[in-house]
T-cell receptor, first 112, second 114 residues
Framework: AQSVTQLGSHVSVSEGALVLLRCNYS??????LFWYVQYPNQGLQLLLK??????LVKGINGFEAEFKKSETSFHLTKPSAHMSDAAEYFC??????????FGTGTRLLVSP | ETGVTQTPRHLVMGMTNKKSLKCEQH?????MYWYKQSAKKPLELMFV???????ENNSVPSRFSPECPNSSHLFLHLHTLQPEDSALYLC?????????????FGEGSRLTVL
């Protein structure tokens, strides 16, 4: 069965700093990988997805993620954090044959 | 209205009450889902409906009873809940039940059981 591990339940950055949220996956077959974002008092929103095309995936709001098979990673990055990026971010994996499995989430805190 | 709409947004109920959560999607999708989101836990998939038929029930206690009258509407009927059932209940939809991962979520119903 597939799984994801998000390292760090909280990440704090200053406005303008690089954002790096880590996600490692486990899957016996090529995975589909996703990042979702949840703003306070809202549901989850798809940020970006990897479905075996380009390994560098660009999403909304300036976020991108790179699929690295050798490292079984799919880390989320943004060059310059904005206050509005403060939210909880969830990595998720599926193989297309099994249900979507979510990580436990990483809360991003952005300070001025 | 667009997207996935959930009502009520907040609900407080006693352990002996009966209440229902409602979800409506305006995306023309065929699959709908109920998830439970508790603090410090991964999202838990509760139920899946595809073309109005329940295709998955992840060992959810019978005090939670889903209903899907058509592909656009999904309900979660609640009866004799426990305090540990307090959580954010999220409804989601997708084009089809193909596990391709692209889900559209509602804003959730925050449930507090006293």
């Amino acid at each position: 069965a597939q799984s994801v591990t998000q390292l760090g339940s909280h990440v704090s950055v200053s406005e303008g700093a690089l954002v790096l949220l880590r996600c490692n996956y486990s899957s016996s077959v090529p995975p589909y990988l996703f990042w979702y974002v949840q703003y306070p008092n809202q549901g989850l929103q798809l940020l970006l997805k990897y479905t075996s095309a380009a390994t560098l995936v660009k999403g909304i709001n300036g976020f991108e993620a790179e699929f690295k098979k050798s490292e079984t990673s799919f880390h989320l990055t943004k060059p310059s954090a904005h206050m509005s990026d403060a939210a909880e971010y969830f990595c998720a994996v599926t193989t297309g044959f099994q249900k979507l499995v979510f990580g436990t989430g990483t809360r991003l805190l952005v300070s001025p | 209205e667009t997207g996935v709409t959930q009502t009520p947004r907040h609900l407080v109920m006693g352990m002996t009450n009966k209440k229902s959560l409602k979800c409506e999607q305006h995306l023309g999708h065929n699959a709908m889902y109920w998830y439970k989101q508790s603090a410090k836990k991964p999202l838990e998939l509760m139920f899946v409906y595809n073309f109005k038929e329940q295709t998955e029930n992840n060992s959810v206690p019978s005090r939670f009873s889903p209903e899907c009258p058509n592909s656009s509407h999904l309900f979660l009927h609640l009866h004799t809940l426990q305090p540990e059932d307090s959580a954010l209940y999220l409804c989601a939809s997708s084009q089809d039940r193909q596990d391709t991962g692209e889900l559209f979520f509602g804003e959730g119903s925050r449930l507090t059981v006293l």
